[in-house]
């Protein structure tokens, strides 16, 4: 079982940035993502994916060249940095634990409970 738990989202002018974070129970051996979900009902989204030694990852084509996704093994976190905020980023972000590299998030075995994103305009 890996428990997973976002922190840092919030109400944020669009243009300016925001940090997330999510801390796991174990983490090292999996591939790790994004994912979020607007208020309007829309089927989770994969944003981003890094796999295990930080060294693939994958962007989804509305946040390439904004979000930055990244981990640090040694403390067992997960981050996306998010730039350039626009107000369709916003949504519940969701970070999520799988066995392989993918954007399938049924392929996701362990979900963290989600974290808010406002971006007004």
């Known amino acids: 079982q890996v428990l997973l738990t976002e922190s840092g989202g919030g109400l944020v002018q669009a243009g300016y940035s925001l940090r997330l974070s999510c801390a796991a129970s174990?983490?090292?051996?999996?591939?790790m993502a994004w994912f979020r979900q607007a208020p309007s009902g829309k089927e989770r989204e994969c944003v981003a994916?890094?796999?295990?030694?930080?060294?693939?990852?994958f962007y989804a084509d509305s946040v390439k060249g904004r979000f930055t996704i990244s981990r640090d093994n040694a403390r067992n976190s997960l981050y996306l940095q998010m730039n350039s905020l626009k107000p369709e980023d916003t949504a519940v972000y969701y970070c999520a634990a799988a066995r392989w590299f993918t954007t399938l998030p049924n392929q996701y075995s362990y979900w963290g409970q989600g974290t808010q994103v406002t971006v007004s305009s």
């Open positions: 174990e983490f090292s051996t999996y591939h």
């Open positions: 994916v890094i796999n295990p030694t930080g060294s693939s990852t």
